[in-house]
């Protein structure tokens, strides 16, 4: 069947990947992903796609309604996968009503636009939220996170998201509207920007600089590869229920430190550096206000109903994840300077 697809902040890291996969998987479908390109959006990370038939570009805000109600009027769509979102903690800690704005104000429009534009004939639609485990709050030692957790964010982030995800849940109990909520653990790999901790590792081992690490490092994170998670997002786009939320998780519990570590293990010996070279750069700064101590998903719902499982233990993704940073080492240089800007104004002439 096919599909008219609105992909938000597609040009960011999971938005990429999703991107990536519904235009080769579809090609009967039509994409278009609509980016406002902040600082985290980067065209470079689609080059080998921007070109297909079955795709578009459009530089656009969410929170602009009458862009948005041009390109339903345009497109047609019957799906939205919505990706956009501010979501670095440490960004939200010192700017709160940015996250305000785009995470809760632009998927209220999104709703809001969605609705009109499909007029309650909601047939073979979907409004699909992409959304965090952050919105659960912090575990103890033990336990998980299921779909059933009751929400308790911690951070101007997560209560953002959480507000989010509110919304969408009551614009299906309240018009109707078909929806999905998926809630992911933290990812990692190819594209992702180097701001987060192991992009950010891997470029300062590369370049001898310091791993800043928070407090003692003993805050417990459950790791997705990336390419895990859009494959998720494809499956229970085709397959979940609307009014449903699926968590998904990648069974991969590290504390930071550990992680730090091996990743430190696996760049001394993928640079040819001598063992314990890496390590040394570690270094312990100020924890984080409001640090949640774990997060752990239970992704049983999307295994039982859906046959999705992740495809990879986090020592084999996050070799992957190096060898691509090693391997892309223009694109890491183009974002941490900066020029991969000049891209959009090269390409798209913006």
Excluded at 48 to 56: A, G, H, L, Q, V
Excluded at 233 to 239: A, K, R, S, V
Aim: aromatic share 12%; charged share 25%; net charge negative.
């Amino acid at each position: 069947m096919k599909k008219n697809i609105l992909i938000t902040g597609g040009a960011g890291f999971i938005g990429s990947h999703l991107t990536r996969l519904f235009i080769n998987k579809y090609p009967d479908y039509t994409i278009v992903n609509l980016d406002k390109l902040t600082y985290a959006g980067n065209l470079e990370n689609l080059k080998d796609i921007e070109d297909k038939p079955n795709y578009t570009f459009i530089k656009g805000d969410i929170e602009n309604m009458e862009l948005v109600k041009s390109l339903f009027i345009k497109y047609d769509f019957t799906g939205v996968l919505h990706c956009a979102a501010e979501s670095h903690v440490d960004r939200s800690i010192t700017d709160p009503l940015a996250f305000v704005k785009t995470n809760v104000l632009g998927t209220v429009s999104l709703l809001q636009v969605a609705k009109d534009a499909w007029k309650d004939n909601y047939e073979g639609k979907l409004f699909y939220h992409i959304s965090t485990d952050e919105v659960y709050g912090s575990l103890g030692e033990t336990g998980f996170f299921t779909e059933e957790t009751a929400y308790d964010p911690r951070s101007p982030y997560s209560a953002s998201k959480a507000s989010s995800d509110h919304f969408v849940s009551a614009y299906h109990h309240t018009y109707h509207l078909p929806v999905i909520i998926s809630n992911c653990s933290n990812n990692y790999g190819p594209y992702h920007f180097p701001e987060k901790l192991i992009p950010l590792c891997i470029h300062n081992i590369i370049n001898n600089k310091p791993l800043p690490i928070y407090g003692k490092g003993l805050n417990v994170r459950d790791w997705l590869f990336v390419e895990d998670h859009v494959r998720a997002i494809d499956t229970i786009f085709h397959n979940g229920k609307p009014g449903e939320t699926y968590n998904i998780g990648g069974h991969n519990e590290w504390k930071n430190i550990d992680i730090i570590k091996e990743l430190c293990r696996q760049m001394d010996e993928k640079l040819g550096r001598e063992k314990g070279t890496s390590e040394k750069l570690i270094t312990f700064v100020k924890d984080r206000a409001g640090h949640d101590l774990r997060y752990a998903i239970d992704a049983t719902k999307l295994k039982n109903e859906l046959g999705w499982q992740p495809s990879l233990q986090f020592e084999e993704g996050l070799s992957k994840t190096i060898d691509w940073y090693l391997n892309n080492t223009e694109w890491l240089n183009d974002v941490t300077s900066g020029a991969y800007r000049s891209y959009y104004e090269k390409q798209y002439g913006i």
